[in-house]
């Protein structure tokens, strides 16, 4: 399975596609050091294993995953993680509000505007509240170009994410989503979401009014 392949200055970011439900699994790999944070072990472990060997020439150091890190509970999303885990000694992070809903342990459980540092790059976690309570995106700041924000199932290309037609949730997403992301980040900012191909904040902006006003 090819994986989709975005270079910065520090950090190389893959991609790769799983699962009848297409899944989004990404692995940010430092240049510098190999150090590797993956984002969402959501099913496949011989994909995901084939994406940790291609991601060998990444970096001029022997790359290591450190980081296993889950956007948010949901079962589509957690499908390799204890393989994973088991297979790589790697340790595990996820929303403070998620976390015990996972099939490990976690050992790092996130809040809002927690900064964690992998190598020679840093992950901001930003909660989302409304697709799941603790979902969180993981959001890289490229020091030459745009931030990339990993945005589980809470944004997507055209709407955010299912809220199961509850409208205080939907509307806790949307304000979260608005005010955590569209407010703090500049429009070449690119999503990276759960599911299906990536977006930009500019491409989106235009119809937050109307998504509050469709109501999902």
Do not use: C
């Amino acid at each position: 399975m090819d994986s989709l392949i975005h270079s910065s200055r520090d950090v190389t970011i893959r991609s790769i596609s799983v699962s009848e439900m297409n899944n989004n699994v990404y692995l940010l790999t430092s240049k510098s050091t190999g150090v590797q944070l993956l984002i969402d072990a959501a099913d496949d472990l011989p994909a995901i294993q084939q994406l940790l060997k291609d991601s060998e020439t990444d970096t001029s150091e022997v790359p290591k995953l450190v980081r296993i890190a889950t956007t948010h509970q949901h079962w589509d999303h957690i499908r390799a993680l204890g393989e994973l885990v088991s297979a790589t000694g790697a340790s595990t992070s996820a929303g403070a509000d998620d976390a015990d809903a996972l099939p490990v342990p976690v050992d790092v459980r996130l809040g809002h505007g927690d900064v964690e540092r992998f190598g020679d790059f840093e992950i901001t976690s930003v909660h989302l509240r409304g697709h799941t309570p603790g979902s969180i995106a993981f959001v890289y700041q490229d020091p030459d170009g745009p931030a990339h924000i990993f945005s589980g199932d809470s944004l997507f290309p055209g709407g955010v994410g299912k809220t199961q037609g509850d409208p205080s949730r939907f509307a806790s997403l949307l304000n979260d989503v608005k005010e955590r992301l569209f407010d703090v980040y500049p429009d070449e900012t690119v999503v990276h979401p759960g599911h299906g191909l990536p977006t930009t904040l500019g491409a989106e902006r235009p119809h937050l009014d109307e998504w509050r006003a469709r109501g999902w």
